[in-house]
Nanobody
């Protein structure tokens, strides 16, 4: 059973930056991919970014350029660097992982492990 623990959320002003971290209980290189989703109040859960075992990266629509996903296999940790934050980025951010092949990273059901989430609030 893989456990994922997020950290790094908080309150930031618009235009600021945050880096989220996701620590995994087992070696991330044994996973097919790790990634991030987010969910704002009253909205559906949304794909943010993913990075697979080949270190290929994928991003949700309109997020590439502001968000960057990376992983440190030695530390079993995945990061989400978020720059130029906007109030609409306010959401709970969830770390996800999969030990199986994923064809479409934006599909929620494709991910078999989820963290508890960390809150990001961007003030205007």
């Amino acid at each position: 059973q893989v456990q994922l623990v997020e950290s790094g959320g908080g309150l930031v002003q618009a235009g600021g930056s945050l880096r989220l971290s996701c620590a995994a209980s087992e070696r991330t290189f044994s996973m097919f991919a790790v990634g991030w989703f987010r969910q704002a109040p009253g909205k559906e859960r949304e794909f943010v970014a993913a990075i697979n075992w080949r270190f290929n990266t994928y991003y949700g629509d309109s997020l590439k350029g502001r968000f960057t996903i990376s992983r440190d296999s030695a530390k079993n940790t995945t990061y989400l660097q978020m720059n130029s934050l906007k109030p609409e980025d306010t959401a709970a951010y969830y770390c996800v992982a999969s030990t199986s092949f994923i064809a479409d990273y934006s599909v929620i059901a494709a991910w078999n492990y989820w963290g508890q989430g960390t809150q990001v609030t961007v003030s205007s």
